[in-house]
């Protein structure tokens, strides 16, 4: 059974950073493309970041290009989410997703399990 641990939100200043972090259990995920979305609140959930575990290729949306850098740690099943130079916008619930599937998009129906969401706040 997969799971997903998000870790690390919490309200930071405009400019500041965070780290969010996902551990991953359940099996192996050297097959999968793991990925990061964010929903603010009255909105669709969003595409923000993807890494495929295995290979190290990445894609970000726009908004975050520059600024946001996904990561992972094989020897722990942890992706990281390096986010800098927040800005309000950012403000939304982030949340974890694993895609079994080494070449997955940004496309939400392509992600088989989810986390529970760490909240960002970022104020203005």
């Known amino acids: 059974q997969v799971q997903l641990v998000e870790s690390g939100g919490g309200l930071v200043q405009a400019g500041g950073s965070l780290r969010l972090s996902c551990a991953a259990s359940?099996?192996?995920?050297?097959?999968?493309?793991m990925g990061w979305f964010r929903q603010a609140a009255g909105k669709e959930r969003e595409f923000v970041a993807l890494?495929?575990?295995?290979?190290?290729?990445?894609s970000y949306a726009d908004s975050v290009k520059g600024r946001f850098t996904i990561s992972k740690d094989s020897a722990k099943n942890t992706v990281y989410l390096q986010m800098n130079s927040l800005k309000p916008e950012d403000t939304a619930v982030y949340y974890c997703?694993?895609?079994?599937?080494?070449?997955?998009?940004?496309?939400?129906?392509?992600?088989?399990?989810w986390g529970q969401g760490t909240q960002v706040t970022v104020s203005s």
């Open positions: 359940g099996r192996t995920f050297s097959g999968y493309t």
């Open positions: 890494r495929a575990w295995r290979g190290g290729y990445t």
């Open positions: 997703a694993a895609a079994d599937r080494p070449a997955a998009t940004s496309r939400r129906y392509e992600y088989d399990y």
